[in-house]
């Protein structure tokens, strides 16, 4: 038998092994432009204003207030809202309280708040911190 009925009659013709070349060609370079999409969005898509927040401890005040401590490092100049809540035993929100932090020179700043509680609570921290 020849060499190009035995290749025919297995499947490996001129046009199937073009095929096979042009789909391997189109995989790849959808590979690398789903790659470069992320690589861009993944660049581009850096936060311009970073917050962070920090429990440093609490101390209860009363059965209904307790007292939390905590550290925010946010960039100069910039204004941000913080929650900072209190729980009971059960690890139930018992106390919640809304911060507006005005803006500063420094990066890094300690704050104590008074949270007013339902019920007494064991533990206080802070929740979430968000510029504005």
């Given at each position: 038998m020849s060499e190009i009925k035995i290749d025919a009659r297995y499947g490996r013709t001129k046009q199937r092994s073009r095929r096979t070349r042009v789909i391997a060609i189109a995989f790849a370079g959808a590979i690398v432009v789903v790659f470069a999409a992320w690589a861009i969005?993944?660049?581009?898509?850096?936060p311009g204003a970073s917050v962070e927040s920090t429990d440093v401890g609490?101390?209860?005040?009363?059965?209904?207030?307790?007292?939390?401590?905590?550290?925010?490092?946010?960039?100069?100049?910039?204004?941000?809202?913080?929650?900072?809540?209190?729980?009971?035993?059960?690890?139930?929100?018992?106390?919640?309280?809304?911060?507006?932090?005005?803006?500063?020179?420094?990066?890094?700043?300690?704050?104590?708040?008074?949270?007013?509680?339902?019920?007494?609570a064991v533990s206080g921290l802070i929740y979430l911190c968000w510029p504005t």
């Open positions: 969005w993944g660049g581009l898509d850096v609490n101390v209860r005040v009363n059965n209904q207030a307790i007292e939390v401590r905590w550290e925010l490092s946010e960039n100069p100049g910039q204004k941000a809202k913080c929650a900072v809540q209190a729980l009971d035993i059960n690890f139930g929100i018992v106390g919640w309280k809304v911060i507006t932090i005005p803006p500063s020179t420094t990066r890094s700043r300690t704050f104590s708040t008074v949270v007013r509680t339902a019920q007494p």
